[in-house]
Structures are given as C-alpha cells and as structure tokens.
C-alpha cells in the first residue's frame, strides 16, 4: 500500500486547501481510506474517513462542518476539502487507506495503519 499526500500549504485562517492522496500499486476501491494530522507536540489523530462503499464518513467534531472527504476510484485518489481554516488546524496531514475497517474504525484504530509521506498544512492566524 503506497499512497502520496500532497496539496499542504500556508493559508490565512478563514482560507481553504483541498488535499489529495494517490494510490499506487493496489486499488482504492475496497478500502476505506481516512486523513490524519498530527500538530507539533501532539498524536497523530483522525480528522476524516470514508467507508469502501462511499456511504458512511467520520468526522470529529473538531473539523465537522468544515472538511469533506471525497474519493475518485477511477483515478485511485482521494480528497479532503478543509474550509474555514483555524489556526489549530496546523500540522502534517497524512492520508491512510485499509481493508475491512468502517469509516470510523479507520479515524480510531491509528496505530494499526502505515503511513507514507505527509504534507503540511499551516494556518496563520
């Protein structure tokens, strides 16, 4: 499982960043798929996760309201469209995919995913 995150930046709070995460080697299909960040000094936590099917997504209410995870199967990648941004929203975002796990288990159980290379998102205030 690869996946590559990108799309991080600096943006004034109140600003928006869409990130995206491509697959390569497998196919996002049957994967629930999720993003994380992870802000200096703190876990990595889950801010976003979608089930396989499209149906069932997970925010905490920290971001709820303001992100938006999204897939495109047809080109192995997947989204997330932060709106509204604070200042605490800072950190390296990382995006995560897994077999088997509903939207919910993949923003919690984040100790059983792999993670590749992450991108910064910065939020001045």
């Known amino acids: 499982v690869q996946l590559q995150a990108s799309g991080g930046g600096l943006v004034q709070a109140g600003g928006s960043l869409r990130l995206s995460c491509v697959a390569s080697?497998?196919?996002?299909?049957?994967?629930?798929i999720g993003w994380f960040r992870q802000a200096p000094g703190k876990e990595r936590e889950g801010v976003s996760c979608?089930?396989?099917?499209?149906?069932?997504?997970y925010y905490p209410d920290s971001v709820k309201g303001r992100f938006t995870i999204s897939r495109d199967n047809a080109k192995n990648t997947f989204y997330l469209q932060m709106n509204n941004l604070k200042p605490e929203d800072t950190g390296v975002y990382y995006c995560?995919?897994?077999?088997?796990?509903?939207?919910?288990?993949?923003?919690?159980?984040?100790?059983?995913?792999?993670w590749g290379q992450g991108t910064q998102v910065t939020v001045s205030s």
């Open positions: 995560a995919a897994k077999q088997r796990y509903s939207d919910w288990a993949l923003c919690s159980y984040i100790d059983t995913l792999s």
């Open positions: 979608l089930h396989s099917s499209g149906l069932s997504e």
């Open positions: 080697g497998f196919s996002l299909d049957s994967y629930a």
